[in-house]
T-cell receptor
Framework: AQSVTQPDIHITVSEGASLELRCNYS??????LFWYVQSPGQGLQLLLK??????LVQGIKGFEAEFKRSQSSFNLRKPSVHWSDAAEYFC???????????FGTGTRLQVFP | DAGITQSPRHKVTETGTPVTLRCHQT?????MYWYRQDPGHGLRLIHY???????DKGEVSDGYSVSRSKTEDFLLTLESATSSQTSVYFC?????????FGPGTRLTVT
């Protein structure tokens, strides 16, 4: 069965520091992978996606993610975090031709000034 | 922003009462989804629709039903609300492989 694991429930970083959020997936075929961000009280916003091709994908707000098939990972990175990046981040894998998504449990990012 | 609205945005109801949540889209997308979000669980799929009158169950469908009589509207009904259905409910739409989410409905069952 398809699944997504986000091993870090809560991460705290200082503003200006680099960031890496981990995501591991289990999927039988080539996955469609996504990162979403959710600010408090808001819906989910798509940060970036991987379907095929270049394994390093760029997204909005300066985020990028790298697909590593050998490690079944799709980690999210940002070189310098801003206070406005404080939010919850969800990794998701696309399952099947109905575009259903399976989500990880999320990582809450806290940014200190 | 994708044209997705959810109503109501907040609702408090009593155990045993029926509740209907509405998702409305202006994008004419084929696929629509209902998720619930709970701490420690992320988002879990309740039901989804792949066209008018075409729906199917998701991961956590027990206690929920859906209807889609028009492309733009997808209704989620709790026939008899229970405290375990206290949650935040999100609607999403897609045409390709990207899903776009509504603002959510916070439902409290007392």
């Amino acid at each position: 069965a398809q699944s997504v694991t986000q091993p870090d429930i809560h991460i705290t970083v200082s503003e200006g520091a680099s960031l890496e959020l981990r995501c591991n997936y289990s999927y039988g075929a080539t996955p469609y992978l996504f990162w979403y961000v959710q600010s408090p009280g808001q819906g989910l916003q798509l940060l970036l996606k991987y379907f095929s091709g270049d394994t390093l994908v760029q997204g909005i707000k300066g985020f990028e993610a790298e697909f590593k098939r050998s490690q079944s990972s799709f980690n999210l990175r940002k070189p310098s975090v801003h206070w406005s990046d404080a939010a919850e981040y969800f990794c998701a894998v696309g399952a099947g031709n109905t575009d259903k998504l399976i989500f990880g449990t999320g990582t809450r990012l806290q940014v200190f000034p | 922003d994708a044209g997705i609205t959810q109503s109501p945005r907040h609702k408090v109801t009593e155990t045993g009462t029926p509740v209907t949540l509405r998702c409305h889209q202006t994008e004419n997308h084929r696929y629509m989804y209902w998720y619930r979000q709970d701490p420690g669980h992320g988002l879990r799929l309740i039901h989804y629709s792949y066209g008018v009158k075409d729906t199917d169950k998701g991961e956590v469908s027990d206690g929920y039903s859906v209807s889609r009589s028009k492309t733009e509207d997808f209704l989620l009904t709790l026939e008899s609300a229970t405290s375990s259905q206290t949650s935040v409910y999100f609607c999403a739409i897609s045409e390709g492989t990207e899903q776009y989410f509504g603002p959510g409905t916070r439902l409290t069952v007392t």
